[in-house]
């Protein structure tokens, strides 16, 4: 665990060694999540990709405390939520807020938007009457949306505006950290263009910390500072998301990156196109998790787990042979 001293001063959140796992039949254990760490500073936001399956909503959610770990800490301005009693662990998910994928089945169709949007008030027994309602008014003008809309049902809402109603109910306690689960992923391309910039409308009026879960990688580009690479329940990459996303070092986030479209009509990639399917987490490959699918896996591979290893500023990832791009770049670096 990260000493006292060594605590990056400016941490919001820091996840250490985390591990979920589930029961499978026949006794078998599943680890969704095994051994993950990062942190999140105070007004950063932070991209998680990876395919699905790969464990991106399940770390989200045991930072949410709507799944418990089974290893790890989890340290949320400097005080573990792990190891914290009910109480404390209460007053401080509070600061801890998680917007659903699928806002048609996260809103309550049975209650009205004011409901919706009070329900972590009356959680936490801040509902105040008429000021809480006006401070519910409040969040929908935050969101876009208007007072004419408290007494309407969610079916009579837009994706769009389901979303937005979702993200006003997250930001109702005034949390310090949002954790975004997909949450343009159901939505029209113009108007994941309108969520997003609201996004980064609210990071920066409210001075909030992001974690965004996205398998899309430019929508990952748009928001965030830095980027995870999950495979399998592990990180494999990370660093600041420009880094990452335009000199992967991993050999799965090169795949990842050749398979999005380019950005620019003079871009071009060439598309990686990996061999045989994603392991089963019930039996994952020895050593590297990666190896079964890689081009550059050898012996060794197979032998040993990679570790997460510094290759640059700011950048780690866990990989024997790490792509030769980002090898002879920090050589160059470090010749300089």
Known sequence: MMLENERP?????EVEDLVVQYRAPRRQVVRAVDGVSFRVGRDE???????????????????????????????????????????????????????FQDPQSSLNPRMTIQEIIAEPLRAFGEWHGSASRDYVVELLDLVGLNAATLRRYPHEFSGGQRQRIGIARGLALDPELLILDEPVS????SIQAQILNLLMALRAKRSLGYVMISHDLDIVRHVTDRVLVMY??????????????ENPAHPYTAALVSATPPSGPGEQRERIVLKGDLPSPLDPPSGCRFRTRCW???ALCAEQRPVMTPIGQGRTVACFHPLDVVADRVKAEAGA
């Open 232 to 245: 399998l329940g592990s990180v494999v990459e990370e660093g600041t998301t420009t880094d990452v996303i």
């Open 296 to 298: 550059r896996a050898d």
């Open 9 to 13: 001063a400016n941490a919001l959140l």
């Open 186 to 189: 159901a939505l029209d391309v």
């Open 45 to 99: 936001a932070l991209g998680v990709i990876g395919e699905s399956g790969c464990g991106k909503t399940t770390t989200g959610k045991a930072v949410a405390q709507l799944e418990r770990p089974h290893e790890g800490h989890i340290l949320f301005q400097g005080e573990d939520l792990v190891s914290a009693s009910r109480a404390r662990r209460r007053a401080l998910r509070r600061q801890i807020q998680f917007v």
